[in-house]
């Protein structure tokens, strides 16, 4: 595998679910985000890890919760979602907190029902 | 402050024309101006960048070019292929690192 890559590519989920999105670099880069990309909306960065510490919660309600164990891999877990949220949730990494070039995974296409 | 405008929406070109994607920004503290390109079923990928030392960057059919005094920049490729049929989003860094991304364009190259 090279780059980022994301699984599952696919999701649907009642509201009463919980899941897990799971992102996996193979870059050596320390710096991990998550962000929603909601059709005809801007990217809305979620989260940032940084060498394994959030460093960056941007007002992301708490039915949506990062894990990051370690520089290689970061973890989105699901729970009590609410239709809205379906969206395109991708991964990115980089190489420092410069956020200078990330590098995207393909995305996991959420459906909540 | 922290929004990027882009536009148009979508835009529709012929094989060997010129598409122009044009972003504005309000905040000056911005110091970096990518572009991503995305395909269907893919990630963003970094496509060109400028720093706003500089008016005019470019890298083989692509150029940007900045206008540091109106915020503004744009994105120009030449002789359009219908391989350049993705969503185009540009993106300015702030003060704080953090990317502002513009809502997208759908470019279409008809051959």
């Known amino acids: 595998e090279t780059g980022v890559t994301q699984t599952p590519r696919h999701l649907v989920m009642g509201m009463t679910n919980k899941k897990s999105l799971k992102c996996e670099q193979h870059?050596?880069?320390?710096?991990m985000y998550w962000y929603k990309q909601s059709a005809k909306k801007p990217l809305e960065l979620m989260f940032v890890y940084s060498l394994e510490e959030r460093v960056e919660n941007n007002s992301v309600p708490s039915r949506f919760s990062p894990e990051c164990p370690n520089s290689s891999h970061l973890f989105l877990h699901l729970h009590t979602l609410q239709p809205e949220d379906s969206a395109l949730y991708l991964c990115?990494?980089?190489?420092?907190?410069?956020?200078?070039?990330?590098?995207f995974g393909p995305g996991t296409r959420l459906t909540v029902l | 402050q922290q929004q990027v405008k882009q536009s148009p929406q979508s835009l529709i070109v012929q094989k060997g024309g010129i598409s122009i994607i044009n972003c504005a920004y309000e905040n000056t503290a911005f110091d970096y101006f990518p572009w991503y390109q995305q395909f269907p079923g893919k990630g963003p990928a970094l496509l060109i960048a400028i720093r706003p030392d500089v008016s005019e960057k470019k890298e083989g059919r692509f150029t940007i070019s900045f206008n540091k005094s109106a915020k503004q920049f744009s994105l120009h490729i030449m002789d359009s292929q219908p391989g350049d049929s993705a969503t185009y989003f540009c993106?300015?860094?702030?003060?704080?690192?953090?990317?502002?991304f513009g809502k997208g364009t759908l470019l279409t190259v008809n051959p």
């Open positions: 993106a300015a860094r702030g003060s704080n690192y953090k990317l502002t």
């Open positions: 870059l050596g880069h320390n710096a």
């Open positions: 990115a990494s980089s190489q420092g907190e410069s956020y200078n070039e990330q590098f």
